[in-house]
């Protein structure tokens, strides 16, 4: 298949400006690109935040796991993917670095250059944002791509933003594999209302049977709710990603295999701190 050539020319940025891409925060936020708009870098994906609950689009698989990472993160209060860059600001730096801007073929003006996520987060002196520019270290290689991070680095930097560059090298795969498998859960979409009910006997259900693996607990208690096949687990793992139940993410994997004993509800984990 013929793979589909990244342009973003003036009419096409005249259009997103008008659908709002790029403004707006939090659940309102509008990704400037989104992964219909380009070519992905390998696979593409679609995905709720849990701390916005809104659709987010990313372009690689290393977009993703920054992202999730990120997410998991209880001082983050908002993220935005593909922001925006003034494309006036961009020319000036380029031109004072000697540097050639990116242009769509025909176009009069600079091409929007973005960067590929933007997190605000709690800070000792209230919110602190910072951005994050997404490469594979084969990226780095490369003396455009170069030129056009030193581009956003300058931006950022003009601006006061902490600004890095994240590679696979920087990212704990473990910690984001584990992060992956209760993501999708946060929410209860999908479940039945008996599911929904059951949480508070299934926690109690637990402490009785913390000689069980996961996928034992699991099944029994699926028989014993009278829930279909596969709705505890998605529980736990709801349980999981609102840190009711909790886990070293970190250090554990999260899978169906794992011992009861590595789970512990955030009641448990409060007298054990205080013993």
Request: glycine residues 6%; aromatic residues 6%.
């Given at each position: ?14 259009r997103?400006?008008?659908?709002g891409r ?5 659940e ?8 219909q ?7 593409s994906?679609r995905l709720v ?7 987010y689009h990313?372009?690689?698989?290393l977009?993703?796991?920054?992202f ?8 983050v209060i908002d993220l ?5 860059l ?16 990116s242009?769509?073929?025909g176009?009069?003006?600079?091409m929007?250059?973005t ?5 605000d987060r ?7 944002t910072?951005?994050?520019?997404v490469?594979t270290?084969?990226?780095l290689?490369?003396?455009?791509t ?9 931006y950022?930097?003009?601006r006061?933003v902490p ?5 696979r090298a920087e ?7 584990n992060i992956?498998?209760?993501h999708?859960?946060?929410r209860?979409d ?8 059951a949480i ?9 049977h ?6 034992s607990?699991?099944?029994a208690?699926d028989?014993?709710f ?8 998605a ?6 990603a ?6 070293d993410m970190?250090t ?11 789970l ?6 409060d007298r054990?701190?205080r013993?």
């Amino acid at each position: 298949m013929a793979r589909r050539r990244y342009t973003v020319d003036d009419k096409r940025t005249a259009r997103f400006e008008k659908e709002g891409r790029g403004q707006g925060a939090g659940e309102d936020y509008k990704s400037w690109l989104k992964i219909q708009d380009v070519p992905s870098r390998g696979r593409s994906h679609r995905l709720v935040g849990m701390t916005t609950g809104r659709v987010y689009h990313f372009m690689s698989d290393l977009e993703r796991d920054l992202f999730l990472l990120l997410d998991w993160q209880e001082s983050v209060i908002d993220l935005r993917e593909q922001v925006p860059l003034d494309r006036n600001e961009t020319a000036r730096i380029a031109e004072a670095l000697g540097i050639r801007h990116s242009k769509a073929p025909g176009a009069s003006d600079p091409m929007v250059m973005t960067t590929d996520l933007v997190i605000d987060r709690r800070g000792q002196n209230g919110g602190e944002t910072e951005a994050f520019a997404v490469k594979t270290a084969e990226d780095l290689e490369k003396p455009r791509t170069l030129h056009r991070l030193e581009i956003e680095r300058r931006y950022w930097l003009d601006r006061g933003v902490p600004w890095s560059i994240v590679t696979r090298a920087e990212l704990p795969r473990r910690m984001i594999a584990n992060i992956a498998w209760v993501h999708g859960c946060h929410r209860l979409d999908g479940l039945s209302d008996a599911a929904t009910a059951a949480i508070p006997r299934l926690l109690s259900e637990m402490n009785r049977h913390a000689n069980l693996t996961l996928r034992s607990f699991c099944a029994a208690m699926d028989r014993q709710f009278d829930l279909a096949d596969g709705e505890t687990l998605a529980l736990i793992r709801h349980l999981i990603a609102t840190r009711t139940l909790r886990c070293d993410m970190a250090t554990i994997m999260l899978n169906d295999r794992l011992p009861l004993t590595a789970l512990s509800t955030a009641a448990t984990l409060d007298r054990r701190e205080r013993a």
